[in-house]
């Protein structure tokens, strides 16, 4: 009997919501991040952007440099369920910290619920393990964005991503 109930509980795990599973690898990878960049200072958009870019087998547009509040500080490859994806790691003045992570959309499903009105934009909102979550398309391309900011400020962080492209 417990041998069953081992076998049911894996396969309840295995059909987890691939949704649910993105953000949480998302999510970890975030948290890792954090603690690998907290004493790095920012970089070279210019040459972070182009090591990510030459490191994948995607294209994406020009992705946001920072400004005045926000460094980018760092940029690597990563696999997320098994997608190569780009993540770049921002800081904000305050010393909090949005990872960018961007991959082809090819197989993400965005639900319709969920999503967030943020000006004309209603990118798929959710809370994982106390991180902000934004996930939405964009030219060819998935977007997920993972931060410790409060919701208001998510959203900000969202424009300046989402317009920069």
Known sequence: MALLLVVWAGWLWLRRDPLSLLADGAVA??????????T?????PLAVMCEA???VDFAFEPIFPGDSQVALVAGMVTHLRGRRAAAFVYRDDSGHYTTLFLM???????????RMPIETFKPYHRVTSGRELLLWKQRNLACLLVSDLDQAGMAQMFLK?????
């Open 53 to 55: 870019r030459d490191q």
């Open 40 to 44: 790095r200072p920012a970089a070279d």
């Open 161 to 165: 991503i989402r317009k920069t492209a």
């Open 104 to 114: 082809p959309e090819a197989g993400i499903v965005i639900p319709d619920e969920g």
């Open 29 to 38: 990878e975030h948290v890792e991040y954090v603690k690998a960049t907290m």
